[in-house]
């Protein structure tokens, strides 16, 4: 029977700093109290309600398939001069993480550099009511460990850690246990921030005053699937998962901020398999790690630098008995990334071949590539264009503009985190031509305190205004279509009717004596848009060339126009 939940309707923040590192499944550390003296924190975690999620009706889903977890890297990394280490070592940890896993659920997650503290997640979650998880979790049980842990974990209407009727899920972790929940439309279940600055990169970087790029990405991936603890943002409201399994040294259930507490992640509440950061400069659902002198784990709330090559261990005990079906590592299990069991690893498959839109192209224009791929070894992939012109890019959409007509051949290399690759190619027309537009008047401001960089409503508080000049708009065009369109994105469309039109976003005038048409948008979500070009959310100077155009009366009308864009961080960008 499907069962709603009540939505929470706020935003949780809790802090936790660095990286952690691993403990061997079974094994406990000794007692010790937090400090009081507790280092700066340098990661922040956000956790963002979506709304309630419900059990699906009929029979659970097959566990066939396998763990996908789905990267998008954005500009701060792709552009980033070592950028393809960057993404090779994050797939690797991505390939690492699931292959632990068999659940058929597909992970989003994106992944951007930044340049304050260590790491960052900012994930979604959902609730659903007690009842109903004890019920999927239940269904879903596979493992010895998941047997022992339901089998303290009492049937009832509440959750016996603080009485609460709801549980609060990840969207993924609720998928994984047959609930109805995926991320907004445009949306990714997570974003994993990483100060790359502070880390080293690739298995051989070797720097000891910084930390393991593999360890942070698997410490921030380990929270995105479930493993987060709601106690950070107090000790009333739905409960997470992983808050079940959390007991002091005596056996009983601990659920308390108090820093003089000793807490234990425990299947059973006898074997201590983990004890659990109890400082509040950390996360709570992260591993002690304050005073020194513990062995390294990957979740530890307070990381040490020059530690690598960790482990995955109570971490992956932790993901298993909050729902997701662990696999044995001799049936395709990892060992520093690459498959250990008998599976023969294949390289990816295109689903969708690679294509331009539009094709044929415009001289000047922006071409919007785009290719389908999957993998087999459900490994995440990475894509890597040749633009055919000499010039490259990323991702499995990216743009292109072809300063020179001409033939061009147009080659996207998609590779998996175990290196294998294979590639699609389009054949370009660029014959097209955009009528030039001077620029007589262009602007526009972005407002970082409403981020909406990943493509979401502004709200009204990002604005553009610009006016382009052609002699072609001394003519009106009363019941033609408008469009205005910043690279290949189509931002807003109406209808003139007396030289104006009224898009979602914003207005256009077309005035027919001085030949102009303007756009003014005050509701347009541009960050995301303008991003791409250098519209960064950063304390920064700098010149920017972006190509706008308008399409009226069966043309295109517009140029690369450079704007002078001055911003600073959280706060405000503006181009003129």
Same mark, same amino acid.
């Given at each position: 029977?499907?069962?709603?939940?009540?939505?929470?309707?706020?935003?949780?923040?809790?802090?936790?700093?660095?990286?952690?590192?691993?403990?061997?499944?079974?094994?406990?550390?000794?007692?010790?109290?937090?400090?009081?003296?507790?280092?700066?924190?340098?990661?922040?975690?956000?956790?963002?309600?979506?709304?309630?999620?419900?059990?699906?009706?009929?029979?659970?889903?097959?566990?066939?398939?396998?763990?996908?977890?789905?990267?998008?890297?954005? *500009?701060?990394?792709?552009?980033?001069?070592?950028?393809?280490?960057?993404?090779?070592?994050?797939?690797?940890? @991505?390939?690492?993480?699931?292959?632990?896993?068999?659940?058929?659920?597909?992970?989003?997650?994106?992944?951007?550099?930044?340049?304050?503290?260590?790491?960052?997640?900012?994930? !979604?979650?959902?609730?659903?009511?007690?009842?109903?998880?004890?019920?999927?979790?239940?269904?879903?049980?596979?493992?010895?460990?998941?047997?022992?842990?339901?089998?303290?974990?009492?049937?009832?209407?509440?959750?016996?850690?603080?009485?609460?009727?709801?549980? !609060?899920?990840?969207?993924?972790?609720?998928?994984?246990?047959?609930?109805?929940?995926?991320?907004?439309?445009?949306?990714?279940?997570?974003?994993?921030?990483?100060? #790359?600055?502070?880390?080293?990169?690739?298995?051989?970087? *070797?720097?000891?005053?910084?930390?393991?790029?593999?360890?942070?990405?698997?410490?921030? @991936?380990?929270?995105?699937?479930?493993?987060?603890?709601?106690?950070?943002?107090?000790?009333?409201?739905?409960?997470?998962?992983?808050?079940?399994?959390?007991?002091?040294?005596?056996?009983?259930?601990?659920?308390?901020?108090?820093?003089?507490?000793?807490?234990?992640? !425990?299947?059973?509440?006898?074997?201590?398999?983990?004890?659990?950061?109890?400082?509040?400069?950390?996360?709570?659902?992260?591993?002690? *790690?304050?005073?020194?002198?513990?062995?390294?784990?990957?979740?530890?709330?307070?990381?040490?630098?020059?530690?690598?090559?960790?482990?995955?261990?109570?971490?992956?005990?932790?993901?298993?008995?909050?729902?997701?079906?662990?696999?044995?590592?001799?049936?395709?299990?990892?060992?520093?990334?690459?498959?250990?069991?008998?599976?023969?690893?294949?390289?990816?498959?295109?689903?969708?071949?690679?294509?331009?839109?539009?094709?044929?192209?415009?001289?000047?224009?922006?071409?919007?590539?785009?290719?389908?791929?999957?993998?087999?070894?459900?490994?995440?992939?990475?894509?890597?264009?040749?633009?055919?012109?000499?010039?490259?890019?990323?991702?499995?959409?990216?743009?292109?503009?072809?300063?020179?007509?001409?033939?061009?051949?147009?080659?996207?290399?998609?590779?998996?985190?175990?290196?294998?690759?294979?590639?699609?190619?389009?054949?370009?027309?660029? !014959?097209?031509? #955009?009528?030039?537009?001077?620029?007589?008047?262009?602007?526009?401001?972005?407002?970082?305190?409403?981020?909406?960089?990943?493509?979401?409503?502004?709200?009204?508080?990002?604005?553009?205004?610009? +006016?382009?000049?052609?002699?072609?708009?001394?003519?009106?065009?009363?019941?033609?279509?408008?469009?205005?369109?910043?690279?290949?994105?189509?931002?807003?469309?109406?209808?003139?009717?007396?030289?104006?039109?009224?898009?979602?976003?914003?207005?256009?005038?077309?005035?027919?004596?001085?030949? +102009?048409?303007?756009?003014?948008?005050?509701?347009?979500? @541009?960050?995301?848009? @303008?991003?791409?070009?250098?519209?960064?959310?950063?304390?920064?100077?700098?010149?920017?060339?972006?190509?706008?155009?308008?399409?009226?009366?069966?043309?295109?009308?517009?140029?690369?126009?450079?704007?002078?864009?001055?911003?600073?961080?959280?706060?405000?960008?503006?181009?003129?």
């Amino acid at each position: 029977m499907s069962v709603s939940s009540v939505l929470v309707s706020n935003v949780r923040t809790h802090s936790c700093l660095a990286l952690a590192m691993l403990i061997v499944a079974g094994g406990s550390q000794a007692l010790h109290a937090q400090d009081a003296a507790s280092p700066t924190s340098l990661f922040r975690h956000s956790r963002t309600y979506v709304g309630p999620s419900f059990l699906a009706n009929g029979p659970v889903a097959s566990r066939a398939g396998g763990l996908t977890i789905v990267p998008t890297f954005d *500009s701060s990394i792709t552009n980033d001069s070592n950028g393809t280490a960057i993404m090779a070592t994050i797939n690797a940890a @991505l390939t690492e993480l699931a292959s632990n896993f068999s659940d058929p659920v597909t992970v989003t997650v994106t992944f951007t550099n930044v340049k304050n503290g260590l790491g960052a997640s900012s994930t !979604s979650y959902t609730t659903v009511t007690y009842a109903d998880f004890l019920t999927a979790l239940t269904a879903h049980a596979t493992t010895a460990d998941d047997k022992t842990a339901l089998a303290h974990v009492p049937v009832q209407p509440n959750n016996p850690v603080n009485g609460d009727p709801n549980i !609060s899920l990840t969207l993924s972790n609720a998928r994984a246990l047959g609930f109805s929940a995926s991320p907004d439309p445009g949306e990714t279940d997570s974003t994993v921030s990483l100060n #790359i600055s502070l880390m080293n990169v690739s298995p051989s970087d *070797s720097d000891p005053n910084k930390y393991s790029l593999r360890e942070t990405t698997l410490h921030e @991936l380990t929270e995105v699937l479930g493993s987060s603890s709601a106690l950070d943002g107090g000790t009333t409201g739905p409960v997470s998962p992983i808050d079940l399994f959390r007991y002091d040294s005596m056996g009983n259930r601990s659920y308390t901020q108090s820093a003089s507490a000793v807490s234990f992640f !425990s299947i059973d509440g006898t074997t201590m398999l983990a004890q659990f950061n109890q400082d509040k400069s950390g996360d709570f659902g992260d591993y002690y *790690s304050v005073n020194g002198g513990q062995k390294p784990q990957i979740q530890d709330a307070f990381g040490t630098p020059g530690v690598s090559n960790l482990q995955l261990g109570a971490e992956l005990i932790e993901l298993d008995v909050v729902g997701y079906t662990r696999v044995s590592s001799g049936s395709g299990g990892t060992s520093g990334g690459t498959p250990t069991g008998g599976t023969t690893p294949m390289p990816p498959v295109i689903t969708s071949p690679a294509s331009c839109n539009p094709n044929p192209a415009y001289v000047g224009g922006v071409c919007m590539l785009t290719v389908g791929a999957s993998d087999p070894n459900n490994s995440p992939i990475t894509v890597a264009w040749d633009f055919g012109d000499g010039t490259k890019g990323a991702d499995v959409s990216a743009s292109h503009t072809f300063t020179t007509g001409g033939m061009y051949t147009v080659t996207a290399t998609v590779v998996d985190g175990l290196g294998l690759s294979t590639t699609s190619s389009v054949v370009v027309d660029v !014959s097209l031509t #955009i009528n030039k537009a001077a620029s007589i008047k262009k602007s526009f401001t972005l407002n970082f305190k409403i981020p909406n960089d990943q493509g979401g409503a502004s709200g009204g508080n990002d604005r553009i205004d610009i +006016t382009l000049q052609n002699n072609d708009f001394t003519m009106p065009a009363d019941g033609g279509d408008i469009a205005f369109i910043i690279g290949g994105n189509t931002i807003d469309t109406g209808t003139l009717q007396n030289n104006k039109a009224f898009g979602d976003f914003g207005k256009f005038t077309l005035n027919v004596r001085l030949g +102009t048409i303007r756009y003014t948008a005050t509701k347009a979500g @541009l960050q995301f848009v @303008l991003n791409s070009f250098g519209a960064v959310n950063n304390t920064v100077n700098t010149t920017l060339q972006i190509p706008i155009s308008v399409s009226f009366n069966g043309g295109i009308y517009g140029d690369t126009y450079s704007f002078l864009y001055t911003a600073t961080s959280g706060k405000m960008g503006k181009g003129k």
